[in-house]
Each structure stands twice: as C-alpha cells, then as structure tokens.
C-alpha cells in the first residue's frame, strides 16, 4: 500500500512542481520528478535541519521539502532542456 500513496503523492508533487515551474510533463515524468525531488528535498532537510528522520514517516514537513526538492529538479531539467520543452 505505501508504494500506491508513494507513486500517488509523487505523481502529485511532480505535478505541482512541474505547473510552478512552467514545464508540461506527463503523469508517468511527474511521478519520477515527484520521488526523485522527494529524495532531494529530504537530503536538503537533513543538510539543513541536522536530522536524518525526517523521511520515517508521512508530515506535511516531509511533503514541503519533496516539493522543494522537485522544485529544483525541474529547475535543473528546464536548464538542460531546449526551449522548446517548457514554457519559459
């Protein structure tokens, strides 16, 4: 059950994050921009925080830091992308 609310909840960062950043992606780019900024986010958190525990369990701490972590991955990919890609 926890990997379905993982995919879902990823899908649904990488979403948001994808919009903010003006990038269309497709749901399956989403939910890979959602886990892998979720991964970011938690090690800014710990870089930040000094807490390695934060991605033991489900908060709205743990969503904040993967939707910054997703933030900049699209930043990252929007780098590297052409323009033709996204929307700047």
């Known amino acids: 059950m ?5 995919i879902i909840l990823g899908g649904i960062i990488g979403y948001v994050a994808s919009k903010l950043m003006g990038r269309e992606e497709g749901i399956i780019v989403s939910v890979i921009i959602g886990i892998v900024g ?3 986010g938690g090690f800014i958190s710990t870089l930040l925080t000094n807490s390695d525990k934060s991605y ?4 709205w701490m743990g969503l904040f830091w993967s939707l910054i972590g997703s933030v900049i991955l699209v930043a990252i990919l929007n780098k590297l992308s052409s323009p033709r890609h996204h929307h700047a």
């Open 56 to 59: 033991l369990a489900f908060s």
């Open 38 to 40: 979720s991964f970011i």
């Open 2 to 6: 926890s990997l379905i609310i993982t």
